[in-house]
């Protein structure tokens, strides 16, 4: 593999790891159905039905109904982080070959399509998940989530739409989202997970690097850490990927293998 081309996979990645950055969900135990029990010895129990913040720095953490207010002030420099991609976009438009780019904005095109299908749904389901009590505010921070997405859809639509087919439907159902993005989104995670044990080990010896951190984990310090009977475990990439294929979509696993 060349040096440009390793430059641009690095780029783009770069790009997409802000996606997972500032970030809410939840994993709703009924819609995981028996695949629960497959993943019962990566993921304990407690993970399902909790609403989580992940942050690329600081970790993730379990917040509730009583952390509202300081999840809707996290979640406002996401903003930020999605308009210095466009930035970003914009000035490698320059540098890189017609073809080096479109590559890369298709890509980042696709998954931007994604995350907005991914926290729309998790706006519009938000109660009927996590209960009729859970705050107005939370509801109202996955709807700004989703609308951050949107606003920034508009954004690449209006910098980069020649480049772009505006038209294309992309296919988002259960099915396909298992069997094409799943698996790309827990290496993702994965490697997120890898980088912030590498920041926590270099921090330590740079002051500036400290403060900063400190200073952005003092916007959800009120937010507890997520409570697990044990240290929470690795994915095992294929082991959940299979286990969800042959339990949800009745493919056997040894089909993955031709």
């Not at 989530?145 to 209006?158: E, S």
């Not at 298992?178 to 080990?201: F, G, H, M, N, T």
């Not at 330590?204 to 959800?220: H, R, Y």
Request: charged share 30%; with cysteine; proline share 2%.
């Amino acid at each position: 593999m060349s040096s440009e081309i390793i430059k641009t996979t690095l780029f783009l990645d770069e790009l997409l790891e802000v996606f997972f950055h500032k970030v809410i969900y939840y994993v709703p135990s009924d819609i995981v159905g028996d695949v629960k029990e497959q993943l019962k010895d990566q993921i304990d129990d407690d993970f399902y039905d909790a609403l989580y913040f992940m942050d690329n720095k600081l970790g993730s953490g379990i917040f509730t109904n009583e952390n509202a207010y300081e999840v809707n002030s996290y979640l406002i420099g996401k903003r930020t982080f999605l308009e210095q991609n466009t930035f970003k976009l914009v000035e490698k438009s320059k540098e890189l070959t017609e073809f080096e780019f479109l590559v890369i904005i298709e890509k980042y095109y696709e998954y931007l399509m994604l995350f907005i299908d991914i926290t729309q749904w998790l706006s519009e389901n938000v109660k009927k998940y996590n209960g009729d009590d859970v705050h107005i505010s939370i509801i109202g921070a996955f709807h700004m989530q989703c609308q951050f997405y949107v606003t920034h859809l508009k954004d690449i639509c209006n910098y980069f739409g020649m480049c772009l087919d505006l038209e294309k439907d992309f296919n988002f159902t259960v099915g396909q989202f298992v069997l094409q993005y799943l698996p790309d989104l827990i290496s993702r995670y994965a490697k997120i997970e890898e980088a912030q044990e590498e920041v926590e080990i270099e921090v330590k010896g740079d002051s500036e690097e400290i403060d900063t951190l400190k200073k952005e984990s003092n916007q959800i310090t009120k937010i507890p850490k997520p409570k697990k009977k044990k240290q929470r475990p690795k994915l095992d990439d294929k082991k959940v990927e299979a286990a969800i294929l042959e339990k949800v979509f009745n493919i056997e696993n040894s089909l993955l293998q031709l």
